[in-house]
C-alpha cells in the first residue's frame, strides 16, 4: 500500500492531473498536459492488479461491480495528500486503472482563469445551465464553481447528483446534498426523479448519459428548479443537437420545444496548452436569447453561432474571439489557436 502513496505524492509533486495504471508500461502521470513515468519499470499484469487492489484497500470498496460489469467509477481521499476519482476497467483480459486528482477543498474560479460571464450564470434561478467540453476540459471544476457560488450567496437546498463524487460541498447559506451513483442511488433518472421530491432549488446532475436522464432534467427544468449539467460535447450548435438526436424522431419536435423554453445558457470549454508549458482554459458562453430560442425551435441550430458572436453585451464568449485574445496576450501560439478553431463551431480568429 505505501507503493501506491508514495505514486500519488510523486503525482502531486510533479503537478500532475490524471495518473495511469496500464500494463505494458510504467505508471504515468499527465502533468500540463505531457505524459511522464513515475517509475521506470514497465508493469506487467499482475503487477497492475496488484496495484490496483491496493487502491481500492485505501478507498475502502468492493471489486464486486468492477469483476461483474468490467469497469468501475469511484472516489477516494488519502489524508493530507488530495482526493481521486478513479476509473478502473479491463481491457485485453488485464486490469487498468486512470485516477484524476481532484484536490481537497474547492476550486478558486479566479485562479483557473474561469472568467465571471462564466461564474454569473450562479445567479439565474430557474431552467438549465449545461457545461460543454471533451473528457478533461474541467467540466466538473466549473460545475464545482458554480455550486460552491450558489452555496455562498443564497439560501435554498442544493441536491447533486454524481458518479463519482468529487468536490465536496459544506453547509453555508444553503443546505447542501450529495447522491453518489450507484451507492446513494441506483441510477441518475431515480435520483434526480427522487431530488424532485426532496424540495431542492438547485439540482446539479453529473453527466446527461442518456435519453431517460434528459427528458427527466427537462423535466425537472421546466418546474421551476435551477438546473445545472454536463455533457461530452464541444459547441453550442452541438450540445443540443446531441440532446435532439437522443429522442426518436417522432418526439424530436416536442422535445426541440421543451428546450428551447428551459435552456438558459451553455458553456463550452476547452484546455489548450500554453507557450510556455501548461494549460489555459478557453470558453464559449451562450446566453439563449428570443432570437437563440427561435434558431432551437426552428432547428436552425448551426445559425447560433451568429448570436454567440453578436451577444457580447449580453454577457456571451465567442470561442473565436477568446482565442484570438489568447493570441494578442501571448498565451497560445497561433498554431494552436487555428487547431483549435477547425471545427464549424466558430470562425478562424484574427490572427
Given at each position: 500500500m505505501e507503493r501506491v502513496l508514495s505514486l500519488l505524492r510523486k503525482a502531486l509533486e510533479k503537478g500532475g492531473s490524471d495518473i495511469f495504471i496500464i500494463p505494458g508500461s510504467p505508471v504515468m502521470v499527465k502533468a500540463g498536459g505531457k505524459m511522464c513515468p513515475l517509475e521506470e519499470e514497465r508493469l506487467n499484469p499482475q503487477g497492475t492488479a496488484a496495484l490496483i487492489e491496493m487502491i481500492y484497500q485505501i478507498a475502502r470498496r468492493s471489486m464486486n461491480h468492477l469483476e461483474a460489469n468490467g469497469d468501475d467509477d469511484f472516489s477516494f481521499s488519502v489524508?493530507?495528500?488530495?482526493?481521486?476519482r478513479c476509473n478502473a476497467y479491463r481491457q485485453r483480459?488485464?486490469?487498468?486503472?486512470?485516477?484524476?486528482v481532484v484536490t481537497f477543498g474547492l476550486p478558486d474560479p479566479g485562479k483557473l482563469h474561469i472568467p465571471s460571464q462564466v461564474t454569473d450564470l450562479a445567479d439565474m434561478r430557474s431552467g438549465m445551465v449545461l457545461v460543454t467540453g471533451p473528457a478533461g476540459s474541467g467540466k466538473s471544476t466549473t460545475l464545482a464553481c458554480l455550486v460552491d457560488k450558489i452555496n455562498n450567496s443564497r439560501s435554498g437546498h442544493i441536491v447533486t447528483i454524481e458518479d463519482p463524487i468529487e468536490y465536496l460541498h459544506s453547509h453555508r447559506q444553503s443546505l447542501v446534498s450529495q447522491r453518489e451513483v450507484p451507492d446513494d442511488a441506483p441510477t441518475f433518472p431515480l435520483a434526480?426523479?427522487?431530488?424532485l421530491?426532496?424540495?431542492p432549488d438547485v439540482i446539479m446532475l453529473g453527466e446527461m448519459r442518456d435519453t431517460e436522464t434528459i427528458r427527466t432534467a427537462i423535466s425537472a427544468a421546466e418546474t421551476g428548479h435551477l438546473l445545472l449539467s454536463s455533457l461530452h460535447t464541444i459547441g453550442a450548435a452541438k450540445t443540443i443537437d446531441r440532446i435532439?438526436?437522443?429522442?426518436?424522431?417522432?418526439?424530436?419536435?416536442?422535445?426541440?420545444?421543451q428546450l428551447s423554453m428551459v435552456l438558459r445558457a451553455?458553456?463550452?470549454?476547452?484546455?489548450?496548452?500554453?507557450?510556455?508549458?501548461?494549460?489555459?482554459?478557453?470558453?464559449?458562453v451562450m446566453i439563449v436569447n428570443p432570437a437563440a430560442q427561435n434558431l432551437i425551435r426552428e432547428n436552425r441550430t448551426h445559425q447560433l453561432d451568429n448570436v454567440i458572436a453578436g451577444g457580447q453585451a449580453m454577457g456571451m464568449l465567442s470561442m473565436a474571439r477568446e482565442l484570438d485574445k489568447l493570441v494578442r496576450e501571448g498565451l497560445i501560439t497561433r498554431e494552436t489557436a487555428a487547431m483549435y478553431t477547425e471545427t464549424k463551431e466558430t470562425p478562424k480568429p484574427r490572427l
Open positions: 489524508v493530507d495528500l488530495s482526493r481521486f483480459g488485464t486490469l487498468a486503472a486512470t485516477c484524476r434526480l426523479r427522487s431530488a421530491r426532496q424540495a435532439i438526436d437522443a429522442f426518436p424522431a417522432e418526439q424530436q419536435h416536442q422535445i426541440r420545444m451553455v458553456v463550452s470549454q476547452r484546455l489548450l496548452p500554453k507557450k510556455d508549458g501548461g494549460l489555459i482554459p478557453v470558453y464559449e
